[in-house]
Antibody, heavy 116, light 107 residues
Framework: QVQLVQSGAEVKKPGASVKVSCKAS????????IGWVRQAPGKGLEWMGW????????NYAQKLQGRFTMTTDTSTSTAYMELRSLRSDDTAVYYC?????????WGQGTMVTVSS | EIVLTQSPVTLSLSPGERATLSCRAS??????LAWYQQKLGQAPRLLIY???NRATGIPARFSGSGSGTDFTLTISSLEPEDFAVYYC?????????FGQGTKVEIK
């Protein structure tokens, strides 16, 4: 079946970096964009960015530009997000989602905790 | 960026009642609006895309309407599993933006 499986929970110190993976299966990976969305504890959903596995085109949320990077590896049907210079307010569940237009398939989420 | 405002923040209803949720955009998004349901501890689930199209496997009691700046998600008769938080999302312009959510709780 179509699914996205994300890497496990992470605990990082302020200033560190985190890289989360999102492995796709059950569909042609290059045919659909991948979006990244995060959710701080008890808060709403925040769109972070979008990448096309087909040509690598990206679109980033302005507030994250400069410390957020999305990549894909088409040989393994895996998308990655890296967030650098972590702060306490980056503590959140990070989701990848297949994005043909609206996010139709979601990963299970990866909890990233930033704490000294 | 396009701001989506959802109302009400909380909706208290009983099973079997009709739920009407609103999403208003700060500028026209055409029909490029989606609705999601999120239960505690779970990833969001796509309910409606392009304002009025039900996603695969979504029950007929969920319906979406609207265009431009005003949109509505209607749940015709609430089932126990429908008590959750609902978000709207616009894809008309970058950045994509979510509304702040409406919690549908049991009265």
């Amino acid at each position: 079946q179509v699914q996205l499986v994300q890497s496990g929970a992470e605990v990082k110190k302020p200033g560190a970096s985190v890289k989360v993976s999102c492995k796709a299966s059950g569909y042609a990976f290059i045919n659909y964009g991948i979006g990244w969305v995060r959710q701080a504890p008890g808060k709403g959903l925040e769109w972070m960015g979008w990448i096309s596995p087909y040509n690598g085109n990206t679109n980033y949320a302005q507030k994250l530009q400069g410390r957020f990077t999305m990549t894909t590896d088409t040989s393994t049907s895996t998308a990655y997000m890296e967030l650098r210079s972590l702060r306490s307010d980056d503590t959140a569940v990070y989701y990848c989602a297949r994005d043909p237009s609206a996010f139709d398939i979601w990963g299970q989420g990866t909890m990233v905790t930033v704490s000294s | 960026e396009i701001v989506l405002t959802q109302s009400p923040v909380t909706l208290s209803l009983s099973p079997g009642e009709r739920a009407t949720l609103s999403c208003r955009a700060s500028q026209s998004v055409g029909s490029f609006l989606a609705w999601y349901q999120q239960k505690l501890g779970q990833a969001p689930r796509l309910l409606i895309y392009d304002a009025s199209n039900r996603a695969t496997g979504i029950p007929a009691r969920f319906s979406g309407s609207g265009s431009g700046t005003d949109f509505t998600l209607t749940i015709s008769s609430l089932e126990p599993e429908d008590f959750a938080v609902y978000y709207c999302l616009q894809r008309r312009d970058w950045p994509k933006t979510f509304g702040q959510g409406t919690k549908v709780e049991i009265k």
